[in-house]
């Protein structure tokens, strides 16, 4: 029989409606479930039980009377620990906020709570969210699901982990290089980066730069969606934010796949590197969904500078975040986030001037290159799921990597595009962990991206040759 908490959160949605099941029984299997596998697992890092309760009660009272309920009402939410909620600890992953618990929520909290959501939890991250592997010094390293010995990615790591398992039915992330696209991958759920400033958030340090995005995580695009109904906003403080309507997130419409034309790269022509296991896979997906399609052909952007272009300025990110921590905390702070701030500082600022002019020229490049094409279709990963004691790997594809960015290069060089971004499940890889694909929607084209993301999913819960079975929750709790 299947548990509460292992229900689609729509599922979970539409019996709340109902009357058959209640926010509560919702809540306890959540817990349940977080007491049974989290020890093994550790991907929820914090919790605020009693809140939740309450919450809980007063959601089930709401659907009894029968009141106009939001639409995530009722439902558990994780939020990564990189931000901030109201009496609930957050410490960004770092030693340097151990002890912290806000007094208020951050606005995209804020705004889950107002569409009803039950904020009760905190997954796990690496320090302040740097890292394709979830570890930290304040928790631990948070375990793939699907293999104890193995990374769920970063840095949502925790959110998806938890979402595999069946802690929670949603799950907050963000994503810079990939942090929400490269977990969701690895973990066999599905995870949405949005267009810059459709999620606002009022804390940008350089108001302009739309790398770090704020996203939903699911085991759905349908539950991405109606979560997308909680996350988006509109607020003044975020320079990069504009007039959005959340309602349109909750209900996707059947629109097939048949009428759409797709591209496909596996690697940007040999620009990103790509284990040869990875490249299998991605083909044999390929040859199965292509006939899907109206029309679907390899095609490379020009990403030809994407890579310098992304470590320059990501650099620039890390001295305007981490100047004053490094200054006052350095004895705390990861060996990640110093070397990546002293690059930074080795740059000159014609350095920078060629990262930004360079990164015009990509973005004019790649809107001709989706002049003609719906999505473009790309491996989600680089590398299957990597082994924790073995760390981000040092090789890919045979190409030793000068940093450990290079191996995110099939993520990061989409994140310079500013298109929206969904990682979607495609069964297991050759070495039998969860397979995914990253797929690219036109400008500003999310909710028709989660549309045709949608269609093209339940086509794939029907292929068996895209099986993917949930972990084996025994191995967990034994």
Excluded at 68 to 96: C, E, F, H, Q
Excluded at 186 to 205: D, I, M, N, Q, S
Excluded at 322 to 348: C, F, T, V, W
Excluded at 417 to 434: C, S
Aim: charge should be negative; glycine fraction near 10%; aromatic fraction near 6%.
């Amino acid at each position: 029989m299947t548990e509460p908490c292992d229900l689609s959160a729509l599922e979970a949605r539409r019996l709340m409606m109902a009357g058959e099941l209640s926010p509560v029984e919702l809540l306890d299997s959540c817990l349940s479930r977080i007491e049974s596998v989290n020890d093994k697992v550790n991907a929820i890092t914090a919790m605020d039980e009693e809140r939740a309760r309450k919450e809980a009660q007063i959601a089930e009272q709401g659907f009894k009377a029968g009141e106009a309920m939001g639409p995530l009402a009722g439902l558990p939410v994780g939020i990564k620990d990189l931000n901030a909620t109201a009496g609930l600890r957050t410490t960004y992953g770092s030693l340097i906020h151990e002890d912290n618990i806000p007094d208020q929520d951050e606005a995209l909290v804020a705004r889950l709570r107002d569409a009803g959501a039950i904020v009760f939890a905190k997954t796990n991250t690496p320090e302040f969210g740097a890292g394709s592997n979830t570890t930290n010094k304040v928790f631990g390293p948070t375990l793939n699901p699907y293999d104890l010995e193995r990374t769920p990615g970063g840095s949502s790591g925790g959110s998806a982990a938890a979402l595999a398992t069946g802690m929670l039915p949603l799950a907050h992330g963000s994503d810079t290089g990939g942090s929400l696209r490269n977990p969701a991958t690895w973990c066999g759920v599905v995870g949405f980066r949005p267009t810059p400033g459709l999620v606002a958030r009022e804390g940008r340090t350089l108001n302009y730069t739309h790398f770090s995005v704020q996203g939903p995580m699911a085991r759905s695009v349908s539950d991405v969606s109606l979560m997308m109904a909680g996350l988006v906003g509109d607020d003044d403080r975020d320079p990069l934010s504009g007039p959005c309507d959340p309602s349109a997130f909750t209900q996707l419409d059947d629109a097939g796949v048949s009428r759409l034309n797709i591209a496909w790269s596996t690697d940007f022509g040999g620009i990103a590197p790509l284990d040869g296991d990875i490249r299998t896979s991605f083909k044999a997906a390929i040859d199965e969904v292509g006939p899907w399609f109206n029309t679907c052909e390899l095609r490379d952007p020009d990403f030809k500078d994407a890579r310098d272009i992304f470590w320059t300025l990501r650099c620039v990110y890390y001295v305007a975040n981490h100047e004053d921590r490094i200054s006052k905390h350095r004895d705390l702070l990861s060996p990640q986030i110093i070397s990546n701030y002293e690059a930074g500082l080795s740059m000159s600022l014609v350095d920078v001037a060629h990262a930004e002019k360079n990164w015009a020229k990509l973005y004019r490049a790649f809107e001709k290159f989706f002049e003609d094409i719906d999505l473009l279709i790309v491996p989600g990963n680089a590398v299957s799921a990597f082994k924790v004691k073995d760390g981000i790997p040092k090789s890919v594809g045979g190409k030793p990597m000068e940093n450990y960015l290079d191996a995110s290069l099939v993520r990061s060089a989409l994140t310079l595009t500013g298109h929206p971004v969904i990682a979607l499940p495609m069964g297991a890889d050759e070495n039998g962990m969860p397979f995914g694909v990253q797929i690219v929607g036109k400008r500003r084209g999310d909710l028709d991206l989660l549309k045709a993301a949608h269609a093209l999913e339940a086509k794939i819960k029907t292929n068996p040759k895209f099986k993917l079975p949930p972990p084996d929750l025994a191995k967990l709790t034994s």
